[in-house]
């Protein structure tokens, strides 16, 4: 389940709204997608259930680390940008659709569409 922070809404014409939202992930649900999405590969990588365990170990540490470190980077650019041209007073960042890789298809829609 991810959390709405923080909402705005913005006129930009008589029939264009623009709005921006700050989205919480909640790490634990993302994780377990993830190690969902990665099961088979999992099962694949070991025949032993203890190396398994640790691969889920070591995955849900990656995912946590991957969200940090993506989150960081953002806040870091609006900083940056702000502190660059002062005279802007709204700074909203997205990742690219390009940072979708084609080798790591979704197998399922609970990742991308949370209906909790």
């Known amino acids: 389940m991810q959390i709405i ?4 809404s913005e006129y930009i014409a ?4 623009k709005l921006a939202a700050k989205i919480k992930f909640d790490l634990q649900e993302l994780t377990q ?7 088979v590969d999992i099962q694949q990588s070991a025949t032993d259930p203890l190396v398994r365990a640790e691969l889920r170990k070591l995955l849900e540490k990656s995912i946590g680390y991957m ?3 993506t989150t960081t980077i953002v806040q870091d650019l609006e900083d940056d940008l702000k502190k660059d041209f002062p005279y802007v007073s709204e700074i909203d960042l ?3 659709l390009d940072n979708i890789h084609k080798d790591f298809p979704l197998k399922q829609t609970a990742m991308r569409r949370s209906k909790k």
């Open 5 to 8: 922070d923080d909402i705005k």
């Open 14 to 17: 008589a029939d264009k709204v």
């Open 33 to 39: 997608n993830v190690l969902t999405e990665m099961e």
């Open 67 to 69: 969200l940090t470190y």
């Open 94 to 96: 997205e990742q690219s």
